[in-house]
């Protein structure tokens, strides 16, 4: 027998680059017929999809209590009452993946934002107050850093961000993690003139003779 995903993508055609991806897992408290039910199904884009199945897999204790389990393992062995509704917005898996989403983007926004105030300090002659935001910005990676690569995709957009400082300075924290995409990013703004440029050379020059050092492997 197919499974619902299978079911789903059948009757409602192909799916191009979308994913089905279910809201409720596994747990020992909700019975098979919810967990495989339709109704447990959404469908997402593929970055999304992949944020949420990684969020899933990766060890998040602020939000389990656990320093082992995963967050999907600890949904697992969660128990809820036999009013949770599937789709019920305090359901402790939507609840948890929630949190932790608006972590990651109020963690990418203050990384942004400080790379944009770093900018503006060094335009003004203000090198002390321009450390000052590059602490901070170095502080929000390092928290997302601590979330794992969950923590690290949250810079992505900001590889296409409008502003050029913003894209490279992501770039330049992603090498390792997103090597070819942060790469691509680097030779692009390396091709033009200004700080910009100059930054993005020295970075690449940095990453091409091996002391590139600001997110180095677990």
């Known amino acids: 027998m197919r499974s619902n995903v299978s079911t789903v993508a059948l009757a409602k055609g192909s799916i191009g680059i979308t994913s089905?991806?279910?809201?409720?897992?596994?747990?020992?408290?909700?019975?098979p017929e919810a967990i495989h039910h339709i109704q447990n199904l959404v469908k997402l884009d593929i970055q999304t999809h992949r944020r949420i199945s990684g969020f899933y897999s990766s060890i998040q204790f602020r939000y389990t209590g656990s320093s082992t389990l995963?967050?999907?393992q600890w949904l697992s062995h969660a128990v809820f009452s036999s009013s949770d509704r599937i789709r019920d917005g305090s359901n402790e898996k939507y609840r948890a993946w929630g949190m932790a989403m608006k972590d990651l983007e109020r963690l990418a926004k203050e990384f942004a934002d400080n790379v944009v105030l770093q900018t503006d300090s060094i335009r003004a002659g203000n090198a002390r107050r321009a450390n000052?935001?590059?602490?901070?910005?170095?502080?929000a990676f390092e928290a997302l850093r601590e979330r794992g690569d969950v923590g690290r995709d949250a810079l992505l957009p900001l590889l296409s961000h409008a502003r050029a400082d913003i894209r490279g300075t992501a770039a330049a924290f992603l090498l390792r993690h997103r090597?070819?995409?942060?790469?691509?990013?680097?030779?692009?703004?390396?091709?033009?003139?200004?700080?910009d440029a100059f930054g993005a050379q020295q970075t690449l020059a940095r990453w091409s003779e091996?002391?590139?050092?600001?997110?180095?492997?677990?």
Not at 20 to 31: C, E, K
Not at 184 to 194: M, N, Q, S, T, Y
Not at 210 to 218: E, K, N
């Open 132 to 139: 000052v935001h590059a602490r901070r910005s170095i502080k």
């Open 70 to 72: 995963t967050v999907r």
């Open 179 to 195: 090597n070819e995409e942060a790469i691509a990013v680097l030779k692009e703004l390396a091709r033009g003139e200004g700080m």
């Open 20 to 31: 089905w991806n279910r809201i409720l897992q596994t747990s020992r408290s909700l019975a």
């Open 210 to 218: 091996g002391t590139w050092s600001l997110d180095p492997a677990d």
